[in-house]
């Protein structure tokens, strides 16, 4: 017997009406929650696995300790704590002070730990926030690396937190100087610009400009209905930063009180860049009465100075993405979620998790890791069996509202509660730093019949945009890899978190993490945070063309489709019985394979028509005994891809 696990999460305060749902899931689904208390909490026995000891040879990461603190709220929020520059080869960690290295420390304090030799050695514990006569949460933080500058020494940490002082609350930044600690700023800014101010997102693009996102709200925390983009501009005779605020209209609908999730990220040329958010705001076609939450982000090419937007994913219905309604789930899957009657594919209602993280590739295209799931019976939730709500890359296609996506992995559990805090699977996003290979990770716990993530391990997927190559596991199997298998970090890697960039080693690209082991079973007291030194991949691991799990486009029938200068006519007739017919038009000689594949990824059906003349070609595909349904079509054309979709009778 299956089991399921229903996360049904109330985003801040909404009031909804029961909305008319047109079909019904396999009744006996667990649900939970977002707002845990202790009566919750002694309704489900959380059993801890005992500690194994290494007993492979493969698979191993190197983990040391690194900075301690009296405990771990802050990082529970999934910040940007960790940040690599890897001009500098250097990385570093910020969080709150105190525990076994600070003893008689305080916990309002922050501060960072940091290494300059690529995560081989670290300070740690170096003091640059003081609580003092003000009280700061909610963290980030980065690197300044002055242009022209090759010695970190001469590189800066910037900071900014929400914070308070007896008389307001408001924004605390600063700066510390790297080459010399007691070098470091602590300003506090009052102004109403950023309502309650409580940070979001964080980045510094490569021309050294910091970006700040906050959702506005006011001083009852009601939504004002729009974010606050703070922009920060390296000031020398000051040694710091002065900051500027813009301010966009973000709606939010379906009684959400404002975004779920923002992040944001600029590409390597300083002036593409991207704010996303999880959210609804009335853009996306809702399927059979269900509430559910979409991407949603704003553009900029000028560097930060304007924004446009907002565009949003459709995820689901009849204009949803191609690799969601037809190849997130089988049939077989879907069948016994909806116990033996399913609606049809292009009425079930998906949504993402609760958090995400975004890149820009080396193309400038947008790239959004994020769980994707069946929306739940309840508003903004998420159906949560295993297998049923993989972590996917969905990104953007020749710099447009186009979309593509791959399926990174499935996790097995959703949600662990830890003492009074609660963590999702954590999604980060790391890409080296030319920007051609993107790395999605996630933690999850894989212990047979465990139904919480609880005991969590590490898991990452490497992804070539360019070349839709993906990474297999250790054992070749078209899976993510399990980074803390068998290390100190196996079932315990809690809070994960990943850094912005990898740093470039050789041929291949390490990716660094860090998560948190507590000094108690139940959670509370001082953390020790680990650094995982040497998990990486090469070049020789993108090896696995990933054409069943790479889908580009929506379910909308293509008129004619564009590579090259070549145009590819939608097949006629459509639908079709028994034979239907496609009509290239091709600029110069070109070698074209056509493959076919059903709604749950499986190749059907492929022919090699070799080298084609240039002009006009015929090609007809015959059903050859496929069953009636919805099937895909890939045209590789001198190795570009374009697909579509096509309906036997």
């Known amino acids: 017997m299956k089991k399921f696990l229903l996360i049904i999460v109330f985003l801040g305060i909404f009031n909804l009406t029961n ?355 069946l929306t739940g019976s309840n508003p903004y939730s998420i159906v949560t069996e295993s297998g049923y709500f993989p972590v996917l890359d969905i990104f953007t296609e020749n710099n447009s509202s186009k979309y593509c996506t791959v399926k990174m992995g499935s996790p097995n559990t959703f949600r662990g509660i830890f003492g009074e805090l609660q963590e999702d699977n954590r999604v980060h996003i790391t890409k080296n730093q030319s920007g051609n290979k993107i790395f999605v990770s996630w933690i999850d716990t894989d212990m047979p019949e465990t139904l919480e993530n609880t005991a969590p391990n590490i898991w990452c997927r490497g992804f070539d945009p360019g070349t839709y190559q993906i990474t297999d596991n250790s054992s070749g199997e078209d899976a993510p890899t399990n980074v803390t298998l068998f290390s100190d970090g196996m079932w315990s890697s809690y809070f994960a978190t990943a850094a912005n960039y990898t740093f470039d080693v050789g041929d291949g690209w390490t990716i660094p993490f860090v998560f948190a082991s507590f000094e108690n079973d139940d959670f509370t007291g001082s953390v020790q945070y680990k650094y995982i030194t040497d998990f990486s991949f090469s070049d020789y691991d993108f090896y696995n063309e990933s054409n069943t799990n790479v889908y580009c486009g929506n379910l909308v029938d293509i008129e004619e489709i564009n590579i090259s200068n070549t145009t590819i006519s939608q097949n006629s007739p459509n639908p079709f019985h028994s034979q239907t017919t496609f009509t290239l038009n091709l600029t110069n000689s070109s070698n074209v394979i056509m493959e076919v594949y059903s709604v749950d990824g499986k190749l059907v059906g492929s022919n090699n028509y070799n080298n084609l003349p240039s002009g006009e070609n015929q090609i007809t595909f015959k059903a050859n005994g496929l069953k009636s349904g919805v099937y895909f079509y890939t045209f590789k054309i001198n190795g570009e891809k374009i697909s579509g979709k096509m309906i036997i009778k």
């Open 19 to 373: 909305a008319q749902q047109n079909y019904t899931f396999k009744s006996g689904i667990k649900t939970s929650t977002l707002s845990v208390n202790s009566t919750q909490l002694n309704q489900n026995k959380i059993i801890y696995p005992e500690k194994l000891s290494p007993t492979a040879d493969v698979n191993i990461v190197n983990i040391v300790d690194i900075g301690t603190a009296a405990n771990v709220y802050d990082f529970a929020a999934n910040l940007r704590s960790l940040w690599v520059n890897p001009d500098l080869n250097t990385i570093s960690f910020y969080h709150r002070m105190g525990g076994t290295l600070d003893p008689g420390g305080n916990a309002g304090d922050l501060g960072y730990d940091i290494s300059t030799d690529g995560g081989i050695t670290w300070d740690t514990m170096i003091r640059n926030f003081y609580y003092g006569d003000m009280v700061g949460s909610n963290p980030h933080h980065g690197i300044y690396n002055p242009e022209g500058n090759d010695d970190p020494d001469n590189a800066f940490i910037v900071y900014n937190l929400s914070g308070a002082n007896q008389q307001s609350s408001g924004f605390i930044h600063g700066v510390s100087s790297i080459g010399d600690t007691s070098y470091h700023i602590q300003n506090f800014d009052s102004s109403n610009a950023y309502g309650n101010y409580h940070p979001s997102a964080f980045t510094i693009n490569s021309q050294g400009n910091v970006f700040i996102v906050t959702p506005l709200f006011d001083d009852a925390w009601q939504y004002q209905d729009s974010i606050v983009i703070t922009r920060g501009i390296w000031n020398e005779s000051l040694q710091d930063f002065e900051y500027y605020n813009s301010k966009i209209e973000v709606l939010t609908n379906g009684g959400l009180s404002g975004p779920q999730d923002l992040k944001i990220a600029f590409g390597a040329d300083g002036q593409t860049g991207y704010i996303s958010m999880l959210a609804n705001n009335g853009m996306a076609e809702q399927q059979s009465g269900y509430y559910n939450l979409y991407p949603i982000y704003w553009k900029t090419t000028d560097g930060g100075e304007t924004w446009q937007g907002p565009e949003f994913v459709q995820l689901d219905g009849p204009t949803g993405l191609i690799g969601i309604v037809y190849h997130l789930l089988n049939d077989e899957q879907i069948d016994f979620i909806f116990a033996g009657n399913p609606p049809e594919r292009t009425e079930i209602s998906y949504t993402t998790g609760f958090d995400h993280d975004i890149t820009v590739d080396n193309n400038n295209e947008l790239h959004i890791a994020v769980i994707i799931g």
